[in-house]
C-alpha cells in the first residue's frame, strides 16, 4: 500500500502546473534549510479551496518565510492576508520576499507568539478564512484563540495533521518521547476537530493531511 500511495503521490505531483521562479526558489531554499512550508499537493487543495470561498481576509498562523502567504495572495488577489510568525529569523525573510513579491501592501506580518496577540491580531478582523500552520502542539489553543474572530462564513483549515501518517500508528511503538508525546497531541486535537459542536470538519489525506472546518448552520 505504501509504494502505491507513493506512486499516487508522486504522480499528482507530476500534474501541478510549474510555479513561477521565485516560488520555486523559495520551495528550494526550503528543503535545503529544513523551512517547513506545505507540500506542493497539499498547498494545491488549500488554494482551490480558497479560490472557492474566495475570502477577502485571510487570517495565517505560521508565517514562516512567507511562502504560504504568498501563494494564498496570488491565487485569491482581492484578498488581504494576516499572518503571525515568531522565529525572527524566517519573519525577516519573510517580510524580504513579500516586498518582492510586491505584496506588502496586501500581506502584513506580526512578529511574535500567536498565543500572546490575540488583543492586536482581533482588531484586525474578522476573517473570512483561519489557517493554521505552526506549533502543532499548540493547534487546539490556535483554535480556541482564533476561532472568534471569523466572520459568518468563516473557514478554518489546518495543515499536518496527518504528521507523516504517525497518528494511525500505535503510540507506544513511537520510540523518540517527543515525538510520541506531539503525535498524541495531534491525534487528541482530530478528535476534538472532528467532534466540535460547531464546526463540521473533513479530514483530506493529501500533502501531509488536511482538515477543512466551517461553521455550522451558519453559511449563507
Not at 93 to 117: C, F, K, P, T, W
Not at 188 to 215: E, R
Request: aromatic letters at 8%; proline letters at 5%; charged letters at 25%.
Amino acid at each position: 500500500m505504501f509504494v502505491l500511495d507513493q506512486k499516487l503521490h508522486t504522480y499528482m505531483e507530476s500534474l501541478i502546473p510549474a510555479r513561477p521562479l521565485p516560488i520555486q526558489e523559495m520551495e528550494s531554499y526550503a528543503r535545503e534549510h529544513g523551512v517547513p512550508i506545505m507540500e506542493a499537493a497539499g498547498m494545491e487543495v488549500l488554494l482551490q479551496f480558497l479560490r472557492i470561498h474566495s475570502p477577502h481576509r485571510i487570517l495565517e498562523i505560521g508565517t514562516a518565510i512567507g511562502y504560504s502567504a504568498i501563494r494564498m495572495a496570488t491565487a485569491v488577489p482581492k484578498a488581504s492576508i494576516i499572518s503571525i510568525e515568531r522565529d525572527q529569523e524566517r519573519y525577516n525573510q519573510a517580510l524580504v520576499r513579500i516586498e518582492q513579491m510586491g505584496l506588502s501592501s496586501r500581506i502584513h506580518v506580526h512578529y511574535g507568539d500567536a498565543l500572546d496577540l490575540s488583543d492586536p491580531i482581533q482588531s484586525e478582523g474578522p476573517f473570512d478564512a483561519l489557517f493554521i500552520d505552526a506549533a502543532k502542539g499548540q493547534y487546539q489553543r490556535f483554535f480556541e484563540l482564533y476561532a472568534p474572530m471569523l466572520s459568518h462564513k468563516g473557514i478554518i483549515i489546518t495543515d499536518n495533521i496527518l504528521f507523516k501518517g504517525l497518528v494511525a500508528e500505535e503510540q507506544d511503538q513511537i520510540e523518540n518521547k517527543r515525538k510520541r508525546s506531539l503525535v498524541k497531541k495531534i491525534a487528541g486535537y482530530n478528535g476534538w476537530l472532528m467532534s466540535h459542536p460547531d464546526y463540521d470538519t473533513c479530514i483530506i489525506p493529501v500533502g501531509d493531511g488536511i482538515a477543512v472546518s466551517i461553521k455550522r448552520g451558519e453559511q449563507k
